[in-house]
């Protein structure tokens, strides 16, 4: 005998992937746009989630977009998988969509980043989703947003590159932290997250997607897979990233992996690699253990794997 409950549809509490199907579908469309353009920032509706903004929320809007229940997730905060963000940001993900999750980053599909690029190389057929605070690099040269909008539309950047130079006169070095402003695809700059110099050279030419999103300034733009990235240098000047041939890991001994310097009580300093994945990996290599540990980006002589793309070693 059929019945009205036996006709109606089963309960949900909300969507598949939290987002309504208008938004995914928006982002989706957004992220096409994104592609075809490298470097272009797309503006986008950006929903409310059940998180406060500046915490992800731009990053988790694309994730929650892409991710299916077939996908490997792997989140990260500042290279750490067990931070109280990455941990949260990676439960709400798997429970909204079913997913697995993994701290490996070479397993898996979809990452999701804050300020860090994992030390194993990424290949094809993975994406990775960089949380962005603030897409515009030229913030600190144009406060108007219709002005820097002009100034990306004429590729007028010689703002930027005056900035360079007075660095480089000021303290004969370039002393551009995180964010290091990047050429794309020889077209558009772009503000590369907050990730350190160490990760900028990562983008070039990578196997990966790499997706940027800003929640609040509801902006994303992409770096597609085997796109050219070249941070902004002088040619008697080239970049540089972070010189830590010196430190090596407290925990593996390994060097010439980006590593977080930890005060000890005594006044001294401990380093230990940033990529928690990484170094886990390692400990249980060590012990013995049967790990597939992946090629990184740089190797265990500082060496980057595009040979001759960083011009010269770093001097700070």
Do not use: C
Not at 88 to 115: E, K
Not at 120 to 129: F, N
Not at 192 to 202: A, G, L, V
Not at 249 to 274: C, F, Q, W
């Amino acid at each position: 005998m059929t019945t009205l409950s036996t006709l109606a549809a089963a309960r949900q509490d909300f969507a598949y992937g939290f987002l309504d199907s208008a938004a995914k579908r928006e982002l989706r469309r957004r992220t096409l746009k994104a592609i075809a353009i490298p470097g272009y920032q797309v503006p986008y509706a950006s929903r409310e989630l059940p998180i406060a903004r500046g915490w992800g929320t731009g990053g988790l809007q694309v994730t929650l977009s892409l991710v299916g229940p077939e996908s490997v997730v792997k989140v990260i905060d500042q290279g750490a998988d067990d931070s109280v963000n990455a941990v949260n940001l990676r439960r709400f993900i798997a429970n909204m969509s079913g997913a697995q999750t993994t701290t490996d980053a070479t397993r898996a599909t979809l990452i999701q980043s804050r300020h860090r690029i994992p030390e194993e190389i990424l290949s094809e057929g993975q994406a990775l989703v960089l949380q962005v605070p603030d897409p515009e690099p030229l913030r600190g040269v144009a406060r108007d947003t219709s002005l820097a909008l002009q100034m990306h539309a004429d590729a007028d950047y010689g703002q930027l590159w005056l900035t360079l130079y007075e660095q480089l006169v000021r303290y004969k070095q370039y002393v551009e932290g995180a964010s290091y402003p990047s050429l794309v695809n020889g077209r558009y700059v772009i503000s590369p997250s907050p990730i350190p110099r160490w990760d900028t050279p990562k983008l070039h030419q990578a196997a990966h997607l790499t997706l940027l999103s800003a929640g609040r300034e509801k902006r994303l733009y992409a770096v597609p897979p085997y796109t050219d990235v070249y941070p902004l240098e002088f040619t008697d000047q080239p970049f540089q990233v972070e010189n830590q041939r010196a430190w090596s890991d407290s925990l593996t001994g390994v060097r010439n992996k980006y590593m977080t310097e930890i005060p000890n009580p005594d006044g001294s300093a401990r380093h230990e690699i940033s990529d928690t994945g990484y170094t886990e990996k390692l400990k249980r290599l060590a012990q013995g253990e049967a790990v597939g540990v992946g090629p990184t980006y740089f190797d265990d002589q500082g060496n980057f794997y595009h040979a001759g793309y960083l011009k010269r070693a770093a001097s700070r």
